[in-house]
């Protein structure tokens, strides 16, 4: 049962990444695109860019990069503006994204899961707990494709929404301060280095994780170890 369920939402996360980059692929839309349709809005521009990465935080198959966008408001506004029109964008999507669950979620789940599988998933989603959803917000691939299945979660296991906003509004908040604080430093230095503050961003958290699991793995191992030689000794 659990393998199954898993294995159906693999499914939908990968089919939606590779769609999603068919449709980058497709449409094209570049750097330079990006910019000429900000600041097309003049003044304004700075709630162009948070409505369209809010866009693509809460839209799937969204044909604009995220990534591409946020470097997009590195290069175009002072680190303040950037980081208060990418907070409300996060502000916008983590509520759309968690109401959108909480009001339809096991709707369009009935209609995709087994009775059997529903029940389970229920479960589950009794199981979660704040802390949990703080640690998951730093791993930021978790939303590279407009689907946010921690916020999706959180709807749906019915969380208080004030606390599900702050453990996941204060990593992403440290982010982005983190991203366009370094990311200003290093263009004025070298603007062919930009990406590299995002890399280390994004690359940082999923090596801690890696490592966490490599160390309670290795622990395990010892203990058995341990274990086993106290067995063979009493039995010697």
């Known amino acids: 049962m659990r393998k199954k369920l898993f294995a159906k939402f693999l499914i939908v996360f990968l089919v939606a990444?590779?769609?999603?980059?068919?449709?980058?692929?497709?449409?094209?839309?570049?750097?330079?695109?990006?910019?000429t349709t900000v600041n097309s809005f003049g003044l304004l521009a700075p709630i162009a860019y948070s409505l369209i990465l809010f866009l693509g935080l809460s839209v799937p198959f969204n044909?604009?990069?995220?990534?591409?966008?946020v470097n997009l408001a590195a290069f175009l506004f002072p680190p303040l503006v950037a980081i208060t029109g990418t907070f409300i964008a996060h502000t916008l999507s983590l509520s759309v994204n968690y109401w959108i669950?909480?009001?339809?979620?096991?709707?369009?789940?009935?209609?995709?899961?087994?009775?059997?599988?529903?029940?389970?998933?229920?479960?589950l989603a009794e199981k979660i707990r704040p802390s949990q959803i703080f640690w998951l917000r730093w791993l930021l691939p978790l939303t590279a494709v407009g689907i946010d299945f921690v916020s999706y979660a959180a709807g749906l296991a019915d969380l208080n929404f004030l606390r599900f906003y702050l453990v996941?509004?204060?990593?992403?908040?440290?982010?982005?301060?983190?991203?366009f604080s370094s990311?200003?430093?290093?263009?004025?230095?070298?603007?062919?280095?930009?990406?590299?503050?995002?890399?280390?961003?994004?690359?940082?958290?999923?090596?801690?994780?890696?490592?966490s699991r490599q160390n309670?793995?290795?622990?395990?191992?010892?203990?058995?170890?341990?274990?086993i030689?106290?067995?063979?000794r009493k039995i010697a």
């Open 17 to 35: 990444f590779i769609v999603s980059v068919l449709l980058q692929r497709i449409f094209q839309i570049s750097l330079k695109d990006l910019e």
């Open 63 to 69: 044909p604009v990069s995220d990534y591409l966008t």
């Open 101 to 123: 669950a909480r009001r339809f979620g096991w709707r369009i789940l009935s209609r995709l899961l087994s009775g059997e599988e529903g029940n389970y998933l229920a479960d």
């Open 168 to 179: 996941s509004i204060i990593p992403w908040t440290i982010i982005n301060v983190l991203f």
């Open 183 to 211: 990311t200003t430093f290093v263009i004025d230095r070298a603007t062919i280095l930009f990406f590299i503050p995002g890399i280390i961003i994004v690359a940082t958290p999923l090596v801690v994780l890696y490592l």
């Open 216 to 227: 309670a793995h290795i622990k395990s191992r010892n203990f058995v170890g341990t274990l």
């Open 229 to 232: 030689r106290k067995v063979t």
